[in-house]
């Protein structure tokens, strides 16, 4: 099995969950002192990424350990697994964010959020959106689900400080110039975020199902790996192709048909030639099971 760096993906996520506990703090006081629940929901989705982060932190460590008596083929499922932990966890967010908000629209509770609510949100979609581009950019260089998902919530916060700042701003210039309904702004825009919050965590969800289920790669890709297969030397057909998704890798399972008047150890250097060059050619495939079977002539 092609091995991992790990140790860039857990670098990145210390530095995300710093970075995630600092701006939940952040965004926290400047909701409670901004007179935002707008920017108060936005912080209880930061405050998530903060647990949702450590929890993929925890799974990188399981997912770099070496295959065991008990663990043939890696730790690669814990992938999958910590993103459906971190689509879960989005989803608990979103709805204490709607309670609250609900809560508030109920009771006619409405403040107008001052300058410090609105900076904050700024400064928010600034940093998440630098992170999204860091944390992606590694998830998708290791191949890593985890990390990649992790990526996507980020990007779900920037999305969610956009609409943050939208509603504080049409909060203070309802505020400011008496216009009545401009006041539902900065609650309902909490709402507009949770939805955008829910959709990220049921696209994640999704992905992870497909790795816990042992979905099968794209039909293009297993095409392309039976394309290279008939290419290689000694190999007269392609009886069969599988695949499923272990973790960031593509485990193949095949059957080739060679020359029934070959040897067992041509046989063989013809099933290690179709290994390393799938292997090489598909950066995804992690590793290869060929079964030589006899070339029988099509009448």
């Not at 495939?285 to 070339?295: A, E, Q, R, T």
Request: aromatic share 8%; charged share 15%; net charge neutral.
């Amino acid at each position: 099995m092609k091995s991992v760096d790990y140790r860039r993906g857990e670098q990145v996520t210390i530095y995300c969950l710093a970075g995630n506990l600092l701006l939940s703090l952040f965004k926290g006081l400047a909701g409670y002192f901004g007179g935002s629940k707008a920017m108060l929901a936005d912080a209880f989705h930061s405050g998530s990424d903060v647990l949702a982060t450590f929890v993929v932190f925890v799974c990188i460590k399981i997912a770099k350990k070496p295959a065991d008596e008990c663990h043939m083929y890696g730790h690669g499922k814990i992938e999958p697994l910590a993103a459906a932990l971190v689509g879960f966890i989005m989803i608990f967010t979103v709805a204490l964010i709607v309670r609250s908000i609900i809560h508030c629209l109920m009771a006619q509770q409405f403040v107008t959020p001052s300058l410090l609510a609105l900076a904050a949100a700024v400064i928010s979609i600034i940093v998440k959106e630098i992170m999204f581009r860091f944390t992606y950019q590694t998830g998708q260089k290791i191949n890593s689900e985890a990390i990649t998902a992790t990526a996507w919530d980020h990007r779900a916060d920037a999305w969610s400080s956009i609409g943050t700042f939208i509603a504080i701003l049409g909060s203070i210039i309802g505020g400011t110039l008496q216009i009545g309904w401009l006041k539902y702004f900065d609650p309902l825009a909490g709402i507009l975020v949770a939805l955008l919050i829910f959709k990220t965590a049921v696209v994640i969800l999704l992905k992870a199902a497909k790795g816990l289920m042992d979905a099968s790669p794209e039909p293009e890709k297993v095409e392309e790996i039976k394309n290279i297969t008939k290419d290689i030397e000694g190999v007269q057909a392609v009886s069969w192709i599988r695949g499923r998704y272990l973790g960031q890798h593509i485990v193949i399972d095949m059957a080739v048909e060679v020359n029934s008047a070959m040897t067992v150890e041509e046989g063989h250097n013809v099933a290690a030639s179709i290994k390393q060059q799938v292997m090489d050619t598909v950066p995804e495939v992690g590793n290869v099971l060929v079964h030589v079977n006899p070339y029988k002539l099509s009448l």
